[in-house]
């Protein structure tokens, strides 16, 4: 029995293989798979596995997605011949291994297999990619000697490939961006196909099986280090409640520790304290941030479970006091020197609007907001009197912006820079300029207008400023009825969401009078499904009604109330994450027969 051989033998500089059908050989599939894996990268894949994942959409998926391993399942008739397996293949044989949770699990369902039966061991040699960055082949391993009753299992599987998949690792498993990211591939196609937590390495897997691949491979994998069994429930289709109910509301009520851990984390300054190029040990962190050390190892072994920090495996066994941790790349992220820090987004969130949530059942009583409630006014007055938290709310609503990146390879925004004439982008409300910087630096021609409150004017100065393209920008102090006449490309970033549907027709008016008969609208937003699917936009729409009193909306929402402000919804482009451009523009003014119905 044969399968055609995934890909080798159409890699451009790839090694020849005796035939092109290979295929019952675990050697020959090994030193395929690893081949595979030296030459391909994360944005030319993801398109081949899913048809139709282009444009804004593929980048911020392979911006989260980094092509990680190619999975394949060997049956060694023992662990010597496993490792002359790797040895030929050019794969370290001294790999060390891992009970494999998952695979084996799959196995044991597929072939009505008692698991005892089933020890599959899983190792990840390294090999490197174009660039020389770190990557793997996924080696499981099931020892099927001579004569084993294991040995129809191995031929099926060998032939059919179950368990053969292309894997992608999280770069930020956080849980909504696991979320956001399974919506993405379904909408394309991809269809859950199992998945597990490996208890063993801490590590969620999610499974699916895509379209018509081109590239030889049919299945994909999410790889999110940590638990993150709720959203593996989810996939799997499992109901919150019906399995381990108990285990599962439990999961469910710690969420809030997540948030303070994260948040304490950055407050004592710990990222700071640690070595990012290695293990720090645990007295050592205590001495510099003058923190207990039995209190900073219970916290940083709760940050481990959760990928942000790593315990250094080769002393996990040694007394406490001598345990090292290094950060993780998610843990960088919480670094405050770092350009994409998102270490404001852990202090809001773990400080008042963390604080803010305790009054939700306030929110959902009166439907009033619950930040009013606890501080006596709203989140945008209390935060204005405080200059240390407005600057806080500003550098947090930076830190998010990264998954706005996309925005200046907007139609409306290109075409405007292709002009004959320089034209103007005009950024209502746009905080520390940080999203108008990333447009003037994208596209040099182009002139930026800021209006925002006087304390952010002054922040977005120096924003733009740092960022070099300052002297081509405009900054207005003032309030929404204060949007410049006069620009060609208006944008309103995360705006409408902070309000109410009367304000909004308000700001939305405001931007209307302001627009020349010629000018765009891009308005930047979640928006809710209309089908109940999990979203991000769902979560975030709890946080604006219990925070600012605001709300998330569907499209159809925004179209109604730009109707409302004498514009019209044209079209409507996905950015990273379940976000939107809405791109908007005045609504042409019927001429006196249209009026009186004359024209068709």
Known sequence: MTTTLPAEAHLPGAAPLPGETML????????????????????????????????????????????????????????????????????????????????????????????????????????????????????????????????????????????????????????????????????????????????????????????????????????????????????????????????????????????????????????EAMDTAGATGLRELARRTATHPDGLGTLLRYLTMLGVVAEDVEVTEAPLGQSAFRLTPLGRLLLADRPDSMRPLALMYGGPFYRSFAALDHSVRTGQPGFDHLFGENHFDHFARDPELADLFDRSMAASSRMFQPLPAHPVITAAAQAPTPRTVVDVAGGNGELLGHVLTAHPSLRGTLLERPHAVEAARRSLGSMECGARCDYRSGDFADVPHGGDVYVLSRILHDWDDDRCREILRHCARAMPAHADLLIVERLLPTDGSPSLATAWDLHMMCNVGGRERSAEHYARLLGDAGLELVDRTPLPLEAHVLHARKAPRPGPADAHGLLT
């Not at 370290?92 to 799959?106: G, K, Y």
């Not at 599959?120 to 082949?137: F, Q, S, Y």
């Not at 499974?207 to 989810?234: K, N, Q």
Request: with cysteine; glycine share 8%; hydrophobic share 40%.
């Open 24 to 271: 019952l050989d675990d050697a020959a599939r090994l030193r395929a798979a690893a081949a595979f894996v030296r030459h391909h990268e994360s944005a030319t894949l993801l398109p081949l596995l899913l048809p139709g994942l282009h444009g804004p959409e593929l980048d911020s998926v392979a911006a989260y997605c980094r092509f990680a391993h190619v999975g394949i399942l060997l049956f060694p008739r023992d662990p010597q011949h496993l490792r002359d397996l790797l040895a030929v293949s050019g794969l370290a044989a001294d790999t060390p291994s891992h009970p494999s949770v998952v695979v084996r699990e799959r196995l044991a369902r597929r072939h009505r297999h008692d698991m005892a039966d089933l020890d599959v061991r899983i190792l990840r040699p390294r090999v490197h990619g174009p660039t020389n960055e770190p990557r793997a082949v996924e080696v499981f391993a099931l020892a099927v000697p001579t004569g084993s009753g294991l040995e129809p299992i191995a031929a099926h599987e060998r032939a059919l490939g179950h368990e053969t998949h292309l894997a992608f690792e999280l770069e930020h498993p956080e849980p909504l961006v696991l979320r956001g990211l399974c919506a993405v591939l379904s909408r394309h196609g991809a269809r859950p196909d199992g998945g597990g937590y490996n208890p063993h390495e801490n590590g969620t897997v999610l499974y699916f099986t895509t379209p018509d691949s081109t590239c030889g491979y049919r299945r994909l994998e999410l790889y999110a280090p940590g638990d993150h069994r709720t959203v593996l429930a989810a996939h799997l289709g499992e109901r919150p409640g019906t399995k381990r109910p108990a285990e599962t509301l439990l999961h469910l009520l710690t969420g809030a520790w997540t948030t303070q851990a994260l948040a304490a984390f950055a407050r004592l300054r710990l990222p």
